[in-house]
């Protein structure tokens, strides 16, 4: 199973996506900027037509691997990962036995303490980024915040829409970064350990449903899904979605 | 000259843009979706290399010719032109001597005062909008306020980032419509008579400049332009280098 279905309801559900990210906007979670990289997305997402690709089935699948086989696996919520999926990543963060740490661009206290409040009602167990106790290199002070239970130490991260910048910090840490992001052409797709080119609301719910399936796999499994993965293909694949897409327009 | 020169610093100027968008908001002139909307912009204006295209070039031409060549042309004003052209559409109107209408797609009378107003400060003579006294036919009650003075009754307008129902609707009445849009592919450049496939912010003081210099040209010549313009092609154009842009890339 490697196509996924196309979506019954395309414009509905990205309506409704829409409006799930102005009400995390109203409600303190979401910065300006997450509406205007929600608007970004949606150009994007329509470029592949709305729908979980082949390329994407095949990066979500070797995130799963990555994040069974992980020491310390830890997963990174922003404030439009808050507004869209925070009961997927709170279910995904159970199920990988991970904590979850809030991990925003511009950060304000008021927004950290909403989204780890928000996680925790959600029934997230292990919430960071309140009490950030140390700082990832290379990056200026507000941005380089993090917890050393949390993403410092952690061997494996999945930080779903994130900047380019920090992609990289993390990468240079010596930790294998999983993203989320539906550009294939920015700089956190090229620099991320496997990047899923899919829109978070379809991602998220694939990745709670892979790893209850994957969990029964054997240690030798899942390091073959991850060694027999190749991002710079699934790069080009996604590339090559949107080259279908617009040819078959005129 | 219908290849526009790269601008230098594409990326400042991107995020110039989303600056003033965020302004627009902070000062009750942008809505929330207007946020959205400029986000899905610069998905598509990298997809085109953040400069004017041959095919872009050649629609300004042709709405210009076509606005000169208007009895009663009128350029509608939302809250993006607003935050980030006003300037430009206000000196626009003086020279092809058209009114101003606002036209907001989430109205509301406080947004509809603040646009106007802000018009009329750069320099706006005649601003309609505040006081609607028509309905533009098959459009629901809130969104089909127009004024016979304004849109209500010209044969051609410039709607620049109008949506697919609106520019529809408009075209049913047989009015001319030029919009400004960077997805070749969506509703409202389909149903446009001119497309201009380009970033607002380059578009309209292109168009200022355009105005100067063809206004001295004799109504067969900028008849001739418009006989001589393709929408159909200019979109297959703007596809086409879309596809170029991604192709380059892997």
Sequence with gaps: MSEMVPQSHPRYASLKTREKIVEGVEGGITGFNGLIAQGRGEALDYFI????????????????????LAEQPVLSVNGNVAALV???????????D??????????????????ADLLRRFGGKRVFGEDPDTLIPGLDHARAKATREGIYNADVVLVPLEDGDRCEALVKMGKKVITVDLNPLSRTARFATITIVD???????????????????SREELEAIVEGYDNFDVLRRSVQEMIGYLEEQF
Tied chains: 1, 2.
């Design 49 to 68: 037509g709305e729908r979980t690709t082949s390329a994407g089935y095949d990066a979500e699948r070797a995130a799963i691997a990555m994040l069974l």
């Design 86 to 96: 925070p009961e997927e990543m709170v279910g995904l963060a159970e199920k990988i």
């Design 98 to 115: 991970a904590p979850l740490e809030v991990n925003i661009f511009y950060r304000t206290e008021e927004r950290v303490q909403k989204i």
């Design 199 to 217: 829109n978070v609301v379809r991602a998220l719910p694939n990745l709670v449903e892979l790893a209850d399936e994957m969990k029964e796999l």
